[in-house]
């Protein structure tokens, strides 16, 4: 009987809950959503028509992982909103205590009504899976250049992972707030809506911020004076030099300031050092921003990881500044109403300003959490067209033809060991297994002079040539009309990767060529692109040479390729199989010798497609989760404080202010609950994006285009605005509604 009594009331207090944590449900609800669509395409019972050159477990596999990864993120989400829950059902806790019922029956009934809604959203999010998954179908085919049938199905494995997953979530938080119920003293719960939050002022997580800042100002002098040695040529400009110095004296400064400061801090104010390192900050900043635009600018010679490096300090500097922004805004704030007595008592600013300042002393480091999380999750969003872009661009310039093999001399120092085969081999794998080969040329490529063989040094390694009837086999296979030579004149083929003045340069310097059958002469006009895959070029530079056929006869001949186009895409299965052949033919050469590769276009399309796509998948999941989980934090706190004081509304109403101005004082209020961290967090995201860009825009130039790219941003800016309007509204109407039911 008191079992049945008990039901009845988890299912009373459930029903009275949902219009309280309407948003938590729903955006429980789209989370496991796109968990189940995501999920779906990893279920044993998938079987998408991709074509036999395709194979999906190693798919399958990677987004079990990802996925599941990146949902743990919802375990914080689930924490944080039953800790909303319990602050508002403490009252109601501490009055079944005080009429008797056991402080563990109390917590049991909470753990019973969470796990209750959960559930339902739990239910609601895997029907509404089965319809989103289409869409996750319909991106995977597009990836594998398949066209998308709409088709409905349920699917048990993915819902038994995805129903485990969340009820383990739901159990672990559970319990985790049994323990919270039960530490919490009757009185404290009794009086917790008439309880003032501490002040913020004594936390010292600022300092912390500070002292971290001072530690990595550090490694920003010594990576600074490390890199030294790259501007010491006078030639450079001014703006380099002042980069360089700038990356040395900068650091120095906010270490300077931070000693200053910790020997006389009892007469030096804590904000004020924040103010000062925040200009270093900033002025550091851009400072690093300018690395790579100067690197491509003036081709400056720093290492690779340069770039890494300096993004590296970007960040550091941007987090410090968001922090500082949230640290010193009540003061800003504060100073300000001060001065400004026309602004402080016109209409209901006096109430407004009590508001914003009186959360924004205990909430400053949620709001830095958020707007930093925030700028993550825009940061992904514009890294992951850009990063699937370049892949999928990449993948099209490697994968030129059905087979590719090739031979290297990078590492053989005997003229003798340099091949001379056909790979007759491949031509009887493809029969045995009844592949018809449509097109097939097998070629060399040959050093302009025999005595650069042995030049091994990496910024002065040889271009190597390939002769016009063989370049111009290639371009036939590719579907491209053929070139012509003049006698004694050469061509340039270009890697797409390769930037303008990279182009030039060569042009200049290598107007006349020397070869031991003579000299030869550029033709300005004759530069390609041809895509022709990646095995024509070596392993330092982006460019060959295309030479008439009466010079290559005099060359001597380095590297042996052969390329094949067959009939009908080769299977999967068959690819790995003439992979494992190539293996035995040619064993890996580890220290010295001529080495070999062979790539399949059936293999690299279905990895690197599949590699891509979680990737992809990945971050667009992720991303989303961390705008859920941000908008969820904000919608709950700005509900939570209509409830948490509800006289002052009530008291607004009885003093004669217009129920006009009451939903205007919301609507300010809300703009700058969501507007501050959402505004600063797309300026960081921008900068960064801005810095990423630039580091790869030849990447972007050659496998994706501004205009696709620049198109990818504007939709994801769209859903992101969408998204955002979504949780204002809502937040908006359950503000107003709790303030007229409280007032």
């Avoid at 490697?398 to 007759?424: M, N």
């Amino acid at each position: 009987m008191i079992y049945l009594i008990y039901g009845k009331l988890i299912l009373r207090n459930a029903k009275r809950s949902v219009k309280d944590y309407l948003i938590y449900i729903v955006t429980l609800t789209l989370c496991v959503t796109m968990f189940y669509s995501f999920l779906s395409i990893s279920s044993s019972y998938y079987h998408p028509d991709i074509g036999s050159q395709y194979e999906l477990n190693m798919l399958s596999d990677g987004m079990k992982g990802a996925i599941c990864g990146v949902t743990l993120l919802l375990l914080f989400l689930i924490k944080y909103v039953n800790n909303y829950m319990i602050g508002r059902k403490q009252k109601e806790f501490a009055i079944q205590t005080v009429m008797g019922m056991e402080r563990k029956t109390t917590a049991a009934l909470f753990f019973a009504e969470t796990m209750l809604m959960g559930f339902a959203a739990l239910g609601l999010g895997i029907v509404l899976g089965t319809f989103c998954s289409q869409f996750i179908t319909a991106m995977l085919l597009s990836a594998y250049g398949q066209p998308f049938q709409l088709t409905w199905t349920l699917y048990p494995d993915t819902v038994f992972l995805t129903v485990l997953f969340f009820t383990l979530s739901y159990a672990f938080i559970g319990l985790l707030n049994v323990r919270t119920i039960q530490k919490i003293k009757v009185i404290d719960m009794l009086y917790a809506d008439k309880t003032n939050e501490p002040d913020f002022k004594k936390s010292k997580w600022m300092p912390v911020i500070a002292l971290l800042f001072g530690i990595l100002s550090v490694i920003m002098l010594m990576s600074g004076i490390s890199y030294k040695r790259h501007y010491f040529d006078a030639r450079l400009p001014f703006p380099v030099h002042l980069m360089f110095w700038s990356n040395i004296l900068l650091p120095g400064l906010c270490l300077a300031g931070l000693t200053l400061w910790i020997l006389l801090r009892r007469k030096l104010k804590f904000s004020k050092l924040v103010i000062f390192l925040s200009v270093m900050a900033l002025a550091f900043l851009i400072s690093s921003a300018s690395v790579p635009v100067m690197r491509m600018k003036y081709f400056l010679t720093l290492p690779a990881e340069a770039n890494n490096t300096y993004m590296l300090f970007l960040l550091a500097s941007l987090i410090f500044i968001v922090c500082s922004i949230f640290y010193l805004t009540s003061g800003v704030i504060t100073a300000w109403k001060e001065k400004s007595n026309y602004h402080k008592y016109k209409e209901e600013n006096l109430f407004f300003f009590g508001q914003i300042l009186s959360k924004l002393k205990t909430t400053t480091k949620t709001m830095t959490l958020i707007c930093l999380t925030l700028a993550l999750s825009i940061g992904m969003f514009l890294m992951e067209p850009a990063l699937s872009g370049w892949v999928s661009g990449y993948l099209e310039s490697r994968s030129a033809f059905d087979v590719q093999i090739s031979s290297t001399y990078r590492r053989a120092y005997d003229v003798k060991e340099l091949p001379d085969t056909d790979y007759g081999f491949v031509t009887a794998y493809l029969a045995e297994h009844e592949i018809q080969i449509e097109d097939e040329c097998t070629f060399s490529m040959y050093l302009p002079k025999a005595e650069e063989f042995h030049q091994r040094v990496k910024w002065e390694f040889p271009i190597l040539a390939i002769s016009l009837s063989d370049y111009n086999h290639l371009l036939i296979m590719r579907g491209i009309a053929p070139i012509e030579l003049k006698d004694y004149q050469f061509a340039l083929q270009w890697r797409s990767l390769s930037s303008e003045d990279e182009r030039n340069e060569v042009v200049e310097s290598h107007s006349v060529l020397e070869t031991d059958a003579g000299h030869l002469t550029i033709d300005s006009e004759q530069s390609y692109e041809a895509p022709l895959g990646e095995a024509i070029y070596n392993a330092y530079t982006d460019v060959i040479y295309v030479f008439p056929d009466t010079v290559c006869e005099q060359l001597m001949a380095v590297d042996r390729i052969r390329f094949i186009n067959t009939a009908e895409p080769i299977p999967y299965d068959a690819a790995i199989g003439l992979q494992k052949e190539f293996e035995q033919q040619f064993p890996e050469q580890i220290d010295e010798g001529i080495s070999f590769s062979l790539r399949t276009r059936t293999e690299q399309v279905n990895s690197t497609t599949a590699g891509n796509f979680i990737l992809q998948a990945s971050m667009t999941y992720g991303a989303i989760v961390l705008l859920i989980i941000c908008f969820t934090i904000l919608a709950l706190q700005q509900l939570l404080d209509a409830t948490h004081y509800p006289y002052r509304f009530g008291v607004l109403r009885k003093l004669g202010v217009e129920e006009t101005h009451i939903n205007r004082l919301v609507l300010k209020q809300l703009g700058v609950w969501f507007g501050l961290p959402i505004s600063v967090a797309v300026i960081v995201a921008s900068v960064f994006g801005g810095y990423f860009f630039n580091t790869i825009s030849s990447q972007i130039s050659a496998y994706i285009g501004i205009k696709a790219l620049t198109l990818q941003i504007v939709s994801i800016a769209a859903i992101l605005l969408l998204l955002l309007a979504c949780y204002f509204i809502s937040t908006r109407i359950l503000f107003n509604r709790a303030i007229r039911k409280e007032g």
